[in-house]
């Protein structure tokens, strides 16, 4: 058990498990896109340890860029969306997948996909490292999913709690 802020948290997925799962979406990716060069679009902050693992594990070609939204505050999400740091790329025509740490309600991925889907891309899929599908509001299409998990608030590898966790090597959920 770690403490983070006020709150507890256990171990929930361990690194191992976690680096295991990602290189099979990795793997996915691979033969989806083979013969192919897709864009990532990382969301950050929170996806950077799982665009990073995933990257490594990659073996097409494949371009990377980063885009920053947030919904959170502390330990929920607040349904309104910021856009803090935009996509300058050019992506019309392009195949392009969209990197996020966790979906769970669906309002950040919607709005995300409407801004991506509006520049004209050739395709567009999502890869999320964790899915909280009892959380789900508004559904969209995932096609790389890490874990579907519990409506629990988790932190680490690269997810926080106002802003501290983000480090931590493994996932860890809110102990009860």
């Given at each position: 058990?770690?403490q983070?802020?006020?709150?507890?948290?256990?171990?929930?997925?361990?690194q191992?498990?976690?680096e295991?799962?990602?290189a099979?979406?990795?793997?996915?990716?691979?033969?989806d896109?083979?013969g192919?060069?897709?864009?990532l679009?990382?969301?950050l902050?929170?996806?950077f340890?799982f665009v990073?693992?995933?990257m490594?594990?990659?073996?097409?070609?494949?371009e990377?860029?980063?885009?920053?939204?947030?919904s959170?505050e502390?330990?929920g999400t607040?349904?309104?969306?910021?856009?803090?740091?935009?996509?300058?790329?050019?992506?019309?025509?392009?195949?392009v997948?969209?990197?996020e740490?966790?979906?769970?309600?669906?309002?950040?991925?919607?709005?995300?996909?409407?801004q991506?889907?509006?520049?004209k891309?050739r395709?567009?899929?999502?890869?999320?490292?964790?899915?909280k599908?009892?959380?789900?509001?508004?559904p969209?299409?995932?096609?790389?999913?890490?874990?579907a998990?519990?409506?629990k608030?988790?932190?680490?590898?690269?997810?926080?709690?106002?802003?501290?966790?983000?480090?931590?090597?493994?996932i860890?959920?809110?102990?009860?």
């Amino acid at each position: 058990m770690i403490q983070i802020h006020d709150k507890h948290f256990d171990i929930f997925i361990d690194q191992e498990t976690l680096e295991a799962r990602i290189a099979k979406l990795a793997e996915q990716i691979d033969h989806d896109y083979a013969g192919r060069c897709p864009l990532l679009i990382a969301v950050l902050n929170g996806s950077f340890l799982f665009v990073a693992e995933l990257m490594k594990n990659i073996r097409i070609d494949c371009e990377i860029t980063f885009i920053r939204l947030n919904s959170y505050e502390g330990t929920g999400t607040t349904g309104k969306v910021k856009q803090i740091l935009g996509l300058s790329e050019e992506i019309s025509g392009r195949d392009v997948v969209i990197i996020e740490d966790i979906v769970d309600t669906g309002h950040t991925m919607a709005e995300l996909l409407g801004q991506v889907t509006a520049k004209k891309p050739r395709s567009i899929e999502i890869a999320t490292m964790l899915h909280k599908p009892e959380a789900t509001r508004i559904p969209v299409t995932l096609k790389y999913v890490g874990f579907a998990i519990e409506n629990k608030f988790v932190l680490g590898y690269g997810l926080d709690y106002d802003g501290l966790g983000r480090n931590l090597p493994c996932i860890y959920q809110l102990a009860e």
